[in-house]
């Protein structure tokens, strides 16, 4: 069966510091794979995509950024933090092709200081 | 873009009541999907709709999807404790760039009071 780890589940990080979440999806092969970001409270806003390995979509300009080194890895970055940063990060995995259906992680609660 | 709008933002029942959420999409959609995130949570996928004026149960939630695939609903009947979290619709739109993004609606945020 296929599952997704993404990890840290937590992090407070200072304004101004980098940023690295990890993303992996294990029993499947070349996902789509999904950025979001969730705002305290509400909405999930799609930052990232990627149908493939160095294939990276950005939905939303903002310092953050998207790798996928591997085929089921997918990182996202920032270089410097920002208070507006704060939120619940959510990776996502879908199949390739066919109709799309989110597998979500279990999301990691990002806090800016 | 698309636009995938829900209503309403929250909704506060008393246990055994009904409960329904509705979903607007801004253009056609290829399915709509639908996801619970209870609080402190990630999203599960519920279920998804793909025929035009499709309607699907699971146990006491029943979903639609409208005929012209732009809309969609989910109803709760006598609301338990349990359903308490958030409700979320997201759709493809059925054709051109994008077709394998899905957008989410803001969702409805269910609070069951026993």
């Known amino acids: 069966s296929q599952t997704i780890h993404q990890w840290p589940a937590t992090l407070v990080q200072p304004v101004g510091s980098p940023l690295s979440l990890e993303c992996t999806v294990e029993?499947?092969?070349?996902?789509?794979l999904y950025w979001y970001r969730q705002a305290a409270g509400r909405g999930l806003q799609l930052l990232f995509y990627s149908v493939g390995i160095g294939q990276i979509s950005s939905e939303v300009p903002q310092n953050l950024s998207a790798s996928r080194p591997q085929d089921r890895q997918f990182i996202l970055s920032s270089k410097k933090l920002l208070l507006s940063d704060s939120g619940f990060y959510l990776c996502?995995?879908?199949?390739?092709?066919?109709?799309?259906?989110?597998?979500f992680g279990q999301g990691t609660r990002l806090t800016v200081v | 873009g698309q636009q995938v709008m829900q209503i309403p933002q929250y909704q506060h029942v008393q246990e055994g009541e009904d409960f329904t959420t509705y979903c607007n999409s801004s253009?056609?959609?290829?399915?709509i999907q639908w996801y619970k995130q209870r609080p402190g949570g990630h999203p599960v996928f519920l279920i998804q709709l793909v025929k035009s004026g499709e309607v699907k149960k699971q146990k006491r939630l029943t979903f639609q999807f409208g005929e012209a695939k732009k809309n969609s609903s989910l109803h709760i009947t006598a609301t338990q404790t349990t359903d308490v979290g958030t409700y979320f619709c997201?759709?493809?739109?059925?054709?051109?760039?994008?077709?394998?993004?899905?957008?989410f609606g803001k969702g409805t945020k269910l609070s069951v009071i026993p």
């Open positions: 253009t056609t959609l290829s399915n």
């Open positions: 029993g499947t092969s070349n996902p789509n």
């Open positions: 996502a995995w879908s199949v390739r092709g066919g109709l799309q259906r989110d597998f």
């Open positions: 997201a759709g493809s739109p059925s054709s051109g760039a994008g077709s394998y993004q899905l957008t």
